[in-house]
């Protein structure tokens, strides 16, 4: 079992930007896909970005330019660089991870991961 904790969520202005840090522990020195997904009210969780053990790293077309997937293996860190940030991108984001890797397509599937964080929000004034 990965336990994961998220931190440095926040209010930003429109054009602002926000990094977020994800701490695993437990068995994180196995071979980890480390994913951000985001989720607002009454919506679906959706993929953000993805970080593969194997040096893979995918994002969402929303966020693909604004967005920096970063991690950390000796200290099993993974960070989420949000610049550019716009008003709909206000949500609770939440980190995830399970043993293995995947492809562009799969690492968005959200029954993939068995381990998640409580997530952090992130909350963008127009």
């Known amino acids: 079992q990965v336990q994961l904790a998220e931190s440095g969520g926040g209010l930003v202005q429109t054009g602002g930007s926000l990094r977020l840090s994800c701490a695993a522990s437990?068995?994180?020195?196995?071979?980890?896909?480390l994913t951000w997904f985001r989720q607002v009210p009454g919506k679906e969780r959706d993929f953000v970005a993805a970080t593969t053990w194997r040096h893979g790293i995918f994002y969402a077309d929303s966020v693909k330019g604004r967005f920096t997937i970063s991690r950390e293996n000796s200290t099993g860190t993974v960070s989420l660089q949000m610049n550019s940030l716009k008003p709909e991108d206000t949500a609770v984001y939440y980190c995830a991870a399970f043993v293995g890797a995947c492809t562009a397509v799969s690492c968005r599937d959200r029954r993939l991961y068995r381990n998640w964080g409580r997530g952090t929000q992130v909350t963008v004034a127009s």
């Open positions: 437990g068995r994180a020195n196995n071979p980890l896909t």
